[in-house]
């Protein structure tokens, strides 16, 4: 089993709709959630982190951690095609001893049709 | 500060041969870890180093990969000899031991033919 598992995808929604990435994990000490985007031949970057079970809200993105399910999702309200790319979840479990050692997905690509 | 810094971006070499990837973290960053990307296995850690000194290897694949970090500034990745399946885009990233969050830099991109 995989450490950090994904839907490669292609997820297509339509501008405007609401995109649904979903993620889980098998370390059960994990404690460091987090959301990169990489656009096509550049390097990923963060733009969500959520430590505690619930929803954290930036802007149109939404993170959602289950720590019990081991399960983290990313809503993308508002698409637009900026939005295509893909999607890496990755997990740590700082602030814990060795807690800087980041696993990834393997990403789920995003299209978001005009 | 100019991010983390990697070079070459793009490198071609023949099968057998010594590949060496360079990296610079940012300027006051504690650990350094360097990934590889490929379609099959995704984003995958190879190994990290914290204040210079290699902490978790075992993501390394085999032999032919080493990796040094001889001060705070400077990493290197070498592959010796290459292989074909070592194609990959290799990337370095930095953080600075205050949050867990990773910067990345702009990779290397290996072709090994």
Known sequence: QKEVEQNSGPL?????????????????GSQSFFWYRQYSGKSPELIMSIYSNGDKEDGRFTAQLNKASQYVSLLIRDSQPSDSATYLCAVNNYPNTGGFKTIFGAGTRLFVKA | DAGVIQSPRHEVTEMGQEVTLRCKPISGHDYLFWYRQTMMRGLELLIYFNNNVPIDDSGMPEDRFSAKMPNASFSTLKIQPSEPRDSAVYFCASNPGTTPEAFFGQGTRLTVV
């Open chain 1, 12 to 28: 297509s929604v339509p501008e405007g709709a609401i995109a649904s990435l979903n993620c889980t994990y098998s370390d059960r």
